[in-house]
């Protein structure tokens, strides 16, 4: 039998017997921890060695099946290569696979027990070599992070036992050691009672997965250390604050220290310089020594200001020899809660957030230095600047660089329980697990405490409130010595409509009417939305709402959208082919809510949220006079930094331009502003619009010169005409066939179909352009959102109606020629599907030159769901590959989310119109076109309207977009498919789990008119 530690609880029986049970630490709620150290502020120390690196690995179905004494280096006769760090599930097609849930455990509830039969468990192995300057030092070890439990064995010797995966193990393993090699394992596993609290929308993953790393103190060594700035009533002037814990690990009593903190600017330059002295520790004892270091009118740090200072922190002997030392930085800012309102440095700052987990689409939660790095450029360049840790604690470095680069941060504890929250299973009311809940946010405090990115702490995510969140709150109170805030969003019941407890107003995806009810039956808090804006897939439709809401009133201080990066995990099949792995089967959704692909490529909707955020902003006063209103809604910041650039358009194309260097707009305030352009040159039928582009003067750590910060698009007011088209003299012959109206000019030919009632064949030169028939199209390749709520998805509804497969016959056809140079013809057409008939009347006005002006009526039975668009689709020739068109764009706009795409002349490819949503869906429409032109060599098919339409040009068909998200694979080339919409319905973005576009987005009309205009013309 293996050997196992036990613990062994007393059970007072009926009969007063004393009866024993045998308990897996792993499935006991005593026991997170056996022989760690205790937690403490993280810091580089000196000369560490790394351990990670290829190591071997046994793997196992169950610990059971785990030889006894596989730490002797016995019973495991095979060992794989592996990579340290990394999760095992993405190291071989061999292990268990990574599973994707959000509610349900991927095993039965049973709290605290993990199954009986099931629960792979991996041994790691390796070898290593302390240093002999180490000598006469304690030796530790580091594990950073370890999903979800593991026990570590070093020559042969127990030594401890860990949980909680998103917080360090440190083991204190001098007793272990001996000259040479040391043999070190490690028993992970991937299910544990901590299981039960880490049910997070994610992958779950198993292994070690962050660094490990070796690292030697003397035995009096600065075991812990608190550095924080206390700012005086007016922001101005500060006090640095430092406390050190100082450990004697000797055996005896120590001789008299010194603690010195040495406190520099940027520069490098000394600040100031304190000492403070300890008599003597007794051995196995801890001192506490407090330093303060006045500094006059230092550089605040702040999001928009991340000015840092270095603190260097040495332990000394009486005659000044260094025993310790570490540097670590200190930013001086104040944060508090005055009168319902979060204030940083005195100012009640909006947070223009996101939630983000630490994910690699091929190393899942095993990420690096630099793609941290480049996950906060991109923040900073949309204009992001908070960040959630949803929903534990990230990597150390994370909270350096947003230190560096400026990012406010809700720091939140590993603590989530959603599926037996869900069910009615409360952790926050039952006793048994106040000790997990204290302890995570207390570890996660006493690691993180020192940074100043982090604004407030978050005791973690959708687990219930109770007595055992009031502890955590209280210990965190008692712990932290800056009391940030603390925030905590759920309730009881599960998604309970009421008021969130704690420091702050919390909720999620809640309606704007919901959220200002909820903003006013609490005025002495701040409402900071945790969760809002969800963005799967083709999304955040409507984003700017919550904005307009939030700019209502200073208590209203932003939220934090979800989320930042797709989770999908980049895979081999059974073949060794590459797959997106990218459903979560358990839930029945798909793992894609991110502003950003897996591999890091901003989605088109980043677009809208930049322009959303952007903290330079521009309105119309008299633009036709240039005079305008420029905002600076920065709190800390001037517009020294940026100068704008104007540009005069007409008709899509630009006629002046210039470029102002002094805005001189102090942060919080307005300025109004002359842009100096010849008024003279705006005329009467033309269309004009002023565009505003914010650009940096300098480079940045985050971004380079002449960056373009924010912008705007203000259109002028002037009355614009339509250019009339004069009629062609050119004759035109018409023949009246059996199934066909066949219309001949010069270079062209047109046949509509009386079966169809549409344009059939349109050649140009003897070359037909027309693929297929024209034909009315209602559907879309659903988005994620379409497919929100099963059964009560707009998607659902579309399938029901079998608008997809609806069927166009006409019921009447007439064709009568206008004199010589025009033939009308109408058709009369019935569109079937399961919910009913939709009736089209389409005109077509066949001119000698080749134009047909198209003029269209549909009526829409009460019982069809609302439409995914109403308009025409063409099927091309593949030889049409380039676009050209007068609108939105670049990038794609629909009705709820085209605010930050400017009206001009726009080209592209037809090939790079794609987007490639992880999970294949409706992407590339334009909205607001004028007109567009298809080119193919030099024949140019010509489309316009009277009035704003849609379209959406791309090289694959509906159908094949629709099947790609089985096959992954997109069959692209054929021919050109191109989408010509009166409208089409809007993205949606409130959530992902239920019909939720707003009203004024939705296609529900029993009427539409839609009017186009086709020229073909071209050498």
């Given at each position: 039998m293996r050997i196992q530690r036990t613990l062994f609880l007393s059970v007072l029986a009926l009969a007063s017997s004393l009866s024993i049970a045998q308990t897996h630490d792993w499935e006991n709620l005593a026991v997170s921890s056996i022989n760690t150290e205790k937690s403490h502020s993280h810091y580089e120390p000196a000369g560490k060695v790394l351990l990670n690196g290829n190591w071997q690995f046994a793997y196992f179905k169950h610990p059971s099946q785990v030889p006894a004494e596989f730490f002797l280096g016995k019973g495991i006769t095979q060992w794989d290569a592996i990579k340290v760090p990394s999760n095992w599930q993405l190291q071989s097609n061999r292990y268990d696979p990574p599973v994707f849930t959000n509610i349900k455990y991927p095993f039965e509830m049973n709290p605290p027990y993990t199954p009986k039969d099931y629960n792979p468990t991996g041994v790691y192995r390796t070898q290593f070599t302390v240093p002999n300057k180490w000598k006469g030092e304690q030796v530790f070890i580091h594990f950073a992070g370890v999903q979800s439990a593991m026990e570590l064995f070093i020559n042969?010797?127990?030594?401890?036992?860990?949980?909680?995966?998103?917080?360090?193990?440190?083991?204190?393993?001098?007793?272990?050691?001996?000259?040479?090699?040391?043999?070190?394992?490690?028993?992970?596993?991937?299910?544990?009672?901590?299981?039960?609290?880490?049910?997070?929308?994610?992958?779950?993953?198993?292994?070690?997965?962050?660094?490990?790393?070796?690292?030697?103190?003397?035995?009096?060594?600065?075991?812990?250390?608190?550095?924080?700035?206390?700012?005086?009533?007016?922001?101005?002037?500060?006090?640095?604050?430092?406390?050190?814990?100082?450990?004697?690990?000797?055996?005896?009593?120590?001789?008299?220290?010194?603690v010195q903190t040495t406190l520099k600017d940027s520069k490098g330059n000394v600040i100031g310089t304190e000492k403070a002295s300890i008599a003597d520790i007794a051995a196995g004892k801890e001192a506490t020594v407090s330093a303060q270091i006045a500094v006059k009118n230092p550089l605040k740090w702040t999001a928009e200001t991340p000015n840092l200072y270095k603190v260097e922190l040495s332990l000394l002997t009486a005659k000044g020899k260094v025993l310790q030392s570490f540097t670590q930085n200190v930013g001086f800012r104040k944060i508090e809660l005055s009168n319902g309102?979060?204030?940083?440095?005195?100012k009640p700052v909006k947070f223009k957030g996101v939630n983000r987990h630490e994910f690699d689409p091929y190393n899942g939660r095993t990420i690096t230095r630099q793609s941290m790095i480049d996950d906060i450029i991109l923040m900073k360049t949309h204009n992001i600047n908070a960040v959630r840790t949803s929903h534990y604690p990230n990597q150390p470095e994370w909270y350096a660089l947003c230190d560096e680069y400026g990012l406010y941060v809700v720091d939140e504890a590993n603590i989530e329980s959603h599926g037996?929250?869900?069910?009615?299973?409360?952790?926050?009311?039952?006793?048994?697990?106040?000790?997990?809940?204290?302890?995570?946010?207390?570890?996660?405090?006493?690691r993180d405490k020192n940074h100043p990115c982090i604004i407030y702490w978050s005791m973690g995510n959708e687990s219930g409130w109770g007595k055992n969140f009031d502890a955590a709150y209280e210990a965190i109170k008692a712990l932290d010595p800056q009391k940030r805030p603390v925030h905590y969003e759920s309730k009881n019941p599960a998604y309970a409509g009421v008021l969130s407890h704690y420091d702050i107003i919390s909720n999620m995806y809640t309606e704007l009417n919901h959220l200002n009810n909820l903003f006013t039956e609490d005025p002495k808090r701040p409402v900071i939305i945790c969760e809002y804006a969800h963005s799967m897939g083709n999304s955040l439709g409507n984003f700017r709402k919550y904005w307009e809401l939030f700019a209502t009133n200073e208590r209203y201080q932003g939220g934090f959208t979800w989320d930042w990066k797709d989770q999908a995990l980049r895979c081999k099949d059974k073949n060794g082919k590459e797959y997106w792995n990218i459903i979560n089967h358990i839930d029945k959704a798909n793992v894609n809510d991110g502003l950003v692909n897996a591999t890091g490529v901003p989605q088109p909707e980043m677009h809208e949220l930049k322009k959303v955020y952007q903290y330079f902003n521009v309105k119309d006063i008299d633009i036709n006079t240039g005079l305008v209103l420029i905002s600076n809604s920065n709190y800390f910041v001037n517009s020294d930094e940026v100068y704008l650039q104007w540009e005069l358009?007409?008709?899509g194309k630009p006629i002046a331009n210039g470029v102002i260097n002094d805005l001189n707009i102090a942060p919080q305030s307005q300025r109004a502003l002359?842009?100096?352009?010849?008024?003279?040159?705006?005329?009467?039928?033309?269309?004009?619009?002023?565009?505003?582009?914010?650009?940096?003067?300098?480079?940045?750590?985050?971004?380079?010169?002449?960056?373009?910060?924010?912008?705007?698009?203000?259109?002028?007011?002037?009355?614009?005409?339509?250019?009339?088209?004069?009629?062609?003299?050119?004759?035109?012959?018409?023949?009246?066939?059996?199934?066909?109206?066949?219309?001949?000019?010069?270079?062209?030919?047109?046949?509509?179909?009386?079966?169809?009632?549409?344009?059939?064949?349109?050649?140009?030169?003897?070359?037909?352009?027309?693929?297929?028939?024209?034909?009315?199209?209602?559907w879309r390749v659903p988005t994620d959102n379409d497919e929100g709520g099963f059964e009560q998805s707009y998607a659902s509804a579309w399938r029901k109606a079998g608008l997809k497969e609806a069927t166009v016959t006409a019921t009447e056809t007439k064709a009568t020629p206008i004199g010589e140079t025009q033939v009308k013809i109408v058709?009369?057409?019935?569109?079937?599907?399961?919910?009913?008939?939709?009736?089209?009347?389409?005109?077509?006005?066949?001119?000698?030159?080749?134009?047909?002006?198209?003029?269209?009526?549909?009526?829409v039975p009460a019982s069809m769901p609302p439409l995914a668009r109403v308009g025409m689709l063409l099927t091309l020739d593949k030889s049409f590959n380039k676009v050209e068109w007068y609108g939105k764009g670049p990038y794609e706009t629909y009705a709820d989310r085209k605010e930050s795409a400017f009206v001009g002349i726009h080209s592209s490819a037809v090939k790079d119109m794609y987007f490639p949503y992880v999970m294949p869906s409706e992407n590339g429409n334009h909205t607001d076109t004028r007109w567009l032109k298809l080119l193919s060599g030099t024949t140019e098919l010509y489309i316009s309207a009277p009035k704003l339409f849609n379209f959406n040009v791309q090289d694959y068909s509906d159908d094949a977009l629709n099947q790609s998200k089985e096959t992954q694979e997109l069959r692209r080339g054929d021919h050109t498919y191109l989408h010509i919409d009166e409208a089409q319905m809007g993205v949606g973005g409130d959530d992902s789990w239920s019909p939720r576009v707003h009203k004024e987005f939705l296609l529900n009309q029993p009427y539409y008119h839609y009017e186009f205009s086709i020229q073909v013309g071209g050498k």
């Amino acid at each position: 039998m293996r050997i196992q530690r036990t613990l062994f609880l007393s059970v007072l029986a009926l009969a007063s017997s004393l009866s024993i049970a045998q308990t897996h630490d792993w499935e006991n709620l005593a026991v997170s921890s056996i022989n760690t150290e205790k937690s403490h502020s993280h810091y580089e120390p000196a000369g560490k060695v790394l351990l990670n690196g290829n190591w071997q690995f046994a793997y196992f179905k169950h610990p059971s099946q785990v030889p006894a004494e596989f730490f002797l280096g016995k019973g495991i006769t095979q060992w794989d290569a592996i990579k340290v760090p990394s999760n095992w599930q993405l190291q071989s097609n061999r292990y268990d696979p990574p599973v994707f849930t959000n509610i349900k455990y991927p095993f039965e509830m049973n709290p605290p027990y993990t199954p009986k039969d099931y629960n792979p468990t991996g041994v790691y192995r390796t070898q290593f070599t302390v240093p002999n300057k180490w000598k006469g030092e304690q030796v530790f070890i580091h594990f950073a992070g370890v999903q979800s439990a593991m026990e570590l064995f070093i020559n042969g010797k127990q030594v401890g036992y860990h949980e909680d995966a998103m917080l360090p193990a440190e083991f204190n393993i001098t007793p272990y050691l001996k000259k040479g090699k040391n043999e070190l394992y490690v028993e992970v596993l991937n299910w544990s009672d901590g299981s039960y609290i880490e049910d997070q929308d994610f992958w779950r993953l198993s292994g070690i997965y962050r660094d490990v790393y070796l690292f030697a103190t003397p035995e009096l060594r600065m075991r812990d250390f608190s550095v924080y700035p206390q700012l005086d009533a007016q922001y101005r002037d500060a006090t640095l604050q430092v406390q050190v814990e100082v450990q004697n690990l000797g055996e005896k009593v120590s001789d008299a220290l010194v603690v010195q903190t040495t406190l520099k600017d940027s520069k490098g330059n000394v600040i100031g310089t304190e000492k403070a002295s300890i008599a003597d520790i007794a051995a196995g004892k801890e001192a506490t020594v407090s330093a303060q270091i006045a500094v006059k009118n230092p550089l605040k740090w702040t999001a928009e200001t991340p000015n840092l200072y270095k603190v260097e922190l040495s332990l000394l002997t009486a005659k000044g020899k260094v025993l310790q030392s570490f540097t670590q930085n200190v930013g001086f800012r104040k944060i508090e809660l005055s009168n319902g309102l979060l204030l940083v440095n005195g100012k009640p700052v909006k947070f223009k957030g996101v939630n983000r987990h630490e994910f690699d689409p091929y190393n899942g939660r095993t990420i690096t230095r630099q793609s941290m790095i480049d996950d906060i450029i991109l923040m900073k360049t949309h204009n992001i600047n908070a960040v959630r840790t949803s929903h534990y604690p990230n990597q150390p470095e994370w909270y350096a660089l947003c230190d560096e680069y400026g990012l406010y941060v809700v720091d939140e504890a590993n603590i989530e329980s959603h599926g037996l929250w869900e069910s009615g299973y409360y952790i926050g009311e039952r006793p048994e697990w106040q000790k997990d809940i204290v302890e995570r946010n207390v570890n996660m405090v006493a690691r993180d405490k020192n940074h100043p990115c982090i604004i407030y702490w978050s005791m973690g995510n959708e687990s219930g409130w109770g007595k055992n969140f009031d502890a955590a709150y209280e210990a965190i109170k008692a712990l932290d010595p800056q009391k940030r805030p603390v925030h905590y969003e759920s309730k009881n019941p599960a998604y309970a409509g009421v008021l969130s407890h704690y420091d702050i107003i919390s909720n999620m995806y809640t309606e704007l009417n919901h959220l200002n009810n909820l903003f006013t039956e609490d005025p002495k808090r701040p409402v900071i939305i945790c969760e809002y804006a969800h963005s799967m897939g083709n999304s955040l439709g409507n984003f700017r709402k919550y904005w307009e809401l939030f700019a209502t009133n200073e208590r209203y201080q932003g939220g934090f959208t979800w989320d930042w990066k797709d989770q999908a995990l980049r895979c081999k099949d059974k073949n060794g082919k590459e797959y997106w792995n990218i459903i979560n089967h358990i839930d029945k959704a798909n793992v894609n809510d991110g502003l950003v692909n897996a591999t890091g490529v901003p989605q088109p909707e980043m677009h809208e949220l930049k322009k959303v955020y952007q903290y330079f902003n521009v309105k119309d006063i008299d633009i036709n006079t240039g005079l305008v209103l420029i905002s600076n809604s920065n709190y800390f910041v001037n517009s020294d930094e940026v100068y704008l650039q104007w540009e005069l358009i007409e008709n899509g194309k630009p006629i002046a331009n210039g470029v102002i260097n002094d805005l001189n707009i102090a942060p919080q305030s307005q300025r109004a502003l002359q842009i100096p352009f010849k008024t003279k040159l705006v005329q009467n039928g033309k269309e004009y619009f002023m565009n505003f582009r914010f650009k940096n003067k300098k480079a940045t750590a985050w971004a380079s010169k002449d960056f373009e910060v924010a912008k705007e698009q203000l259109a002028f007011p002037n009355r614009v005409e339509r250019e009339l088209t004069k009629n062609s003299d050119k004759k035109l012959t018409f023949t009246d066939e059996a199934t066909n109206f066949t219309v001949k000019g010069d270079d062209f030919t047109a046949v509509f179909s009386k079966k169809t009632g549409g344009l059939s064949q349109f050649t140009h030169k003897g070359k037909n352009l027309l693929s297929e028939a024209m034909v009315p199209s209602f559907w879309r390749v659903p988005t994620d959102n379409d497919e929100g709520g099963f059964e009560q998805s707009y998607a659902s509804a579309w399938r029901k109606a079998g608008l997809k497969e609806a069927t166009v016959t006409a019921t009447e056809t007439k064709a009568t020629p206008i004199g010589e140079t025009q033939v009308k013809i109408v058709a009369h057409n019935r569109i079937e599907t399961k919910a009913g008939n939709i009736s089209q009347q389409v005109t077509y006005l066949i001119n000698g030159d080749g134009r047909i002006d198209i003029s269209t009526n549909v009526e829409v039975p009460a019982s069809m769901p609302p439409l995914a668009r109403v308009g025409m689709l063409l099927t091309l020739d593949k030889s049409f590959n380039k676009v050209e068109w007068y609108g939105k764009g670049p990038y794609e706009t629909y009705a709820d989310r085209k605010e930050s795409a400017f009206v001009g002349i726009h080209s592209s490819a037809v090939k790079d119109m794609y987007f490639p949503y992880v999970m294949p869906s409706e992407n590339g429409n334009h909205t607001d076109t004028r007109w567009l032109k298809l080119l193919s060599g030099t024949t140019e098919l010509y489309i316009s309207a009277p009035k704003l339409f849609n379209f959406n040009v791309q090289d694959y068909s509906d159908d094949a977009l629709n099947q790609s998200k089985e096959t992954q694979e997109l069959r692209r080339g054929d021919h050109t498919y191109l989408h010509i919409d009166e409208a089409q319905m809007g993205v949606g973005g409130d959530d992902s789990w239920s019909p939720r576009v707003h009203k004024e987005f939705l296609l529900n009309q029993p009427y539409y008119h839609y009017e186009f205009s086709i020229q073909v013309g071209g050498k």
